[in-house]
Each structure stands twice: as C-alpha cells, then as structure tokens.
C-alpha cells in the first residue's frame, strides 16, 4: 500500500517516513501542499497524511481540492482516499473544520506515534476491501493484513520489497509489468533505485518460491516488456 506523508516540519515527517516503511508501506512525502498536490494528480494514493498549517497549499485548502476533483482531473483517482489530518489546533471548532473539509481523521499533536499508526491501519481496512482478503494466484496465497504470504500452505520468507513485489504481481493478474512500472508501485518516489534492481528481487523470488514446489517459470519473463505470473 502506498501512502502521502505531506508535513512541513522534516523531523516530524522523518519519523513517520520511518516508522511507515517500517511497516512495510510505500512512502512518499512532500514538504509543502503544491508538491503533494502534483504528486496526487501522478499517483494512486491508499492514504494521505496531511498536516493542516502548510506552505502554499494548507491542508484545509488542500482537502477540499482533492474532494471537489471532477471526474476528468488526474487527481481524481485519489479523491475518495482515507485523509487523516495532522494539526496543533485542538480545539472542537478546529476539528469540525477539518473534518467537514473531507478528512476522515483528525489527530492533534503531540501524539503517539503507535495510536497514529492504529488510525491509519483503521483507516486502510476502512478504505479498501482488500486489506483483509487473501489474494491469490494458484498454490499462492498473501495475507495483505499481516504482509504473510505462503505456497502451497508452506510460509515464504520475505523482505518487504520481496512481499510488496509479489502482491502487485498478483493483483495484476496476467497483466504485464515493465521493470519501470515495478518501481512506480513498490519503491517512494524519492528513492527510485536502478531497474537491475527489479531484476535481482524478481531473481531472489524465484528462488524462494521453488524451494517451496513452485515451477520455475511461476513468474515469468516476457522478453522485452517485462514479467507477470503464470
């Protein structure tokens, strides 16, 4: 799952950045309301964390913008997305304003970092079905609640890039992935890596999943465009 991290204080987003890739989410963060919003208008976002005192674009402003997208805005995608706004204002008048804005939480600073992280996976399995369905491809089976998946009722041992790869092979289906498209989906935004690396994690894949009895080719390679399951 992808999530938005928009903060203006580096150290705040810092934290959760990391406490996020921790839990095996694809992170991006921007610093400013402009930057998030050109982001939302390029990407599929299952969550936005947004601060509500923002450079450029406030958060307020900013929500009201992503809930007011027309069908035919690039944005739009992400209009219906779970918001859960970020602020030092506390008062019952502040939250009503956000709330009524379109967010779908409001949580005053300072907080705990494990209640937040509690909200946003509330939130998660509030917005998509599918974080509590298995997902499954043959003898394949992802568990994307828990980040376990398993052959042939046998668990597979893996890295979360590993896990997050074979979740979009599988969501996809028979569709074909380029290595560019991989890294769209699995890696942030400002942490793109080389396309060899696709390859070294589609490599380190196979290799677990035919130790579990899976063929060879379970993943296969389309020469020149890319790989899918088989």
């Known amino acids: 799952m992808r999530i938005l991290v928009v903060e203006d204080d580096i150290q705040l987003s810092e934290v959760l950045t990391e406490a996020l890739t921790r839990r095996q989410y694809v992170v991006d963060s921007a610093k400013d309301g402009e930057v998030a919003w050109s982001w939302v208008e390029s990407m599929k976002y299952d969550l936005v964390v947004l601060d509500v005192t923002l450079p450029k674009l406030d958060g307020i402003r900013f929500c009201q913008k992503l809930r007011g997208c027309e069908v035919t805005h690039p944005a739009h995608r992400n209009s219906t997305s779970p918001v859960l706004m970020l602020t030092a204002r506390d008062t019952v008048a502040d939250k009503i304003t956000g709330l009524d804005a379109g967010a779908d939480d409001y949580v005053a600073k300072p907080f705990d970092l494990e209640e937040l992280m509690a909200r946003i996976r509330a939130l998660l399995r509030r917005g998509s079905s599918s974080s509590t369905a298995s997902l499954c491809w043959g003898s394949l089976r992802l568990n994307p609640s828990t980040f376990e ?24 289906g028979r569709r074909v992935l380029s290595r560019a498209g991989i890294i769209e ?33 379970f993943i296969e390679t389309v020469h020149g465009l890319g790989y899918r399951l088989k």
């Open 185 to 217: 989906q699995v890696w942030s935004l400002d942490n793109s890596p080389a396309e060899e690396t696709v390859t070294s994690h589609i490599r380190g894949l196979r290799h677990k999943l035919k130790d579990l009895g899976a063929p060879d080719d």
């Open 149 to 172: 998946a398993a052959y042939d009722n046998k668990l597979l041992s893996l890295t979360p890039k590993e896990y997050a790869l074979l979740e979009l092979l599988v969501s996809s």
